[in-house]
């Protein structure tokens, strides 16, 4: 469904019995960081998601593509499902850590390819190699763009194709190249937790900013749910199939705290 105007989204949610609310992390809670070992926790946002938290007809899931142990150091929330790497790794508000995948059967490929990857870049100002554990991901966004481009061709030319397509994903973008488990995918994470863990009668929302969370939105919608986009803070809104569109992460803050009256 597509709602005209925020008015519009406000009547659909405050008129749910109960919510089921996902949220991606960067870019959509907070601006990005210049690289993702940059670990602030910001303390007006703690304090927001601990306050939906205690919500009880509220339930609260954070989707990221950051490792669990960097979004839980982020947002030291009790009682809400947190899923790293796409949702390879999920904590539930009890406690219990659930992982989708072997690492042992995920991590020897990454080893062979990190150190070519390291080579690739080795010299090169503008990168920057995140090893998730789980995944690799390379950042080129400080990069010269022509170079980026033959970067990220170079690095992909590494991948064995047969395993990219069966076993192993590919997220592509111009500066940016990840390759991790096919299960590092936040639709299938959020059918994961939908099913594994039902709230029948819920209404449910997600809301992300870029194409990972779209394919998140493909899910929602296939559930009966609402999907909001937010605009990237550095000026342009992806084309991701959003029902609504929150100008920015300040935005969709704001919009959070309407949630702690209507709950």
Known sequence: MRFASENELNTWVSEAERLWLFLDYDGTLVKFTRTPDIIKPDHKL?????????????????????????????????????????GIEVQTPEGERIQREDYALIRPYLDRLKPLWDEIINGHKGYYLEDKGWSLALHARFAPEKEAIRVISTIQQTLDQELITDEYRLIKHKKFLEVSSAKAHKGKTVS?????????????????????DAEAFETIHS???????????????????????LKSPKAARKWLENLTRWF
């Open 223 to 245: 559930f009966g749910g609402v999907a909001v986009s937010v605009a990237q803070y550095f000026g342009y809104i992806r084309s991701s199939g959003g029902d609504y569109v």
């Open 46 to 86: 703690i304090d927001l998601i601990k306050h939906l938290a205690k919500k009880s007809r509220l339930r609260l899931a954070i989707v990221s593509g950051r490792r669990l142990r960097d979004i839980q150091t982020l947002l030291p929330v009790e009682g809400i499902y947190v899923a790293g790497t796409y």
């Open 192 to 212: 994961f937790l939908l099913n594994s863990f039902p709230l029948p009668g819920a209404r449910l929302v997600y809301i992300g900013d870029d194409d990972n």
